[in-house]
T-cell receptor, first 110, second 115 residues
Framework: LAKTTQPISMDSYEGQEVNITCSHN???????ITWYQQFPSQGPRFIIQ???TKVTNEVASLFIPADRKSSTLSLPRVSLSDTAVYYC???????????FGAGTRLFVKA | NAGVTQTPKFQVLKTGQSMTLQCAQD?????MSWYRQDPGMGLRLIHY???????DQGEVPNGYNVSRSTTEDFPLRLLSAAPSQTSVYFC??????????????FGEGSRLTVL
């Protein structure tokens, strides 16, 4: 499974757009990129998944360049409730044997 | 729809005791897995199952046993608890159908302390 690298932590202010970039240089041809969010004392929650270009849902956008060696999770107009740990994962998209890294701790300030 | 249910939510054990963490899902998911999360760290995969009767090891399987006799249930057994197994345990499941739709659904976690 491809290894991912993402910043350990990020700070932001309410109302700002937050972009978290993840590197996955060894991503395989059939791998998907998936992002999860985890609040303290809760299990991770699926945010978004993509294979290439751009994916958008009601929560976030995921930008994937043509070489797919990195991806960027974009959270528009964050609020205090977006303070959480965000995990970037690559795999076959089915969730099998999913390996989580350390994630990025996002702290949103008022 | 209950999703993924874990019991118990909290448990304190003494070193050497055994116990079983229960996990049940009602979404007819074929794939189920167990993770542990230590303070300030990411999740580490313990064991997983791709269907009834099929299990395999993850990153940190030592000290844990699993079985999958039904699609719904995936219990995690600690045979002889050690303080190093103090952690929060999460069970997860996903539909193993079309590639690209494998969202993992997590339970609320079970906090285990081994004295």
């Amino acid at each position: 499974l491809a290894k991912t690298t993402q910043p350990i932590s990020m700070d932001s202010y309410e109302g700002q757009e937050v972009n978290i970039t993840c590197s996955h240089n060894n991503i395989a041809t059939n791998d998907y990129i998936t992002w999860y969010q985890q609040f303290p004392s809760q299990g991770p929650r699926f945010i978004i998944q993509g294979y290439k270009t751009k994916v958008t849902n009601e929560v976030a956008s995921l930008f994937i360049p043509a070489d797919r060696k990195s991806s960027t999770l974009s959270l528009p107009r964050v609020s205090l409730s977006d303070t959480a740990v965000y995990y970037c994962l690559v795999g076959d998209g089915r969730g099998f044997k999913t390996i989580f890294g350390a994630g990025t701790r996002l702290f949103v300030k008022a | 729809n209950a999703g993924v249910t874990q019991t118990p939510k909290f448990q304190v054990l003494k070193t050497g005791q055994s116990m079983t963490l229960q996990c049940a899902q009602d979404m007819n998911h074929e794939y189920m897995s167990w993770y542990r999360q230590d303070p300030g760290m990411g999740l580490r995969l313990i064991h997983y199952s791709v269907g009834a009767g099929i299990t395999d090891q993850g990153e940190v399987p030592n000290g844990y046993n699993v079985s999958r006799s039904t699609t719904e249930d995936f219990p995690l057994r600690l045979l002889s608890a050690a303080p190093s197994q103090t952690s929060v345990y999460f069970c997860a499941s996903s539909f193993s159908g079309t590639s690209g739709t494998g969202e993992l659904f997590f339970g609320e976690g079970s906090r285990l302390t081994v004295l």
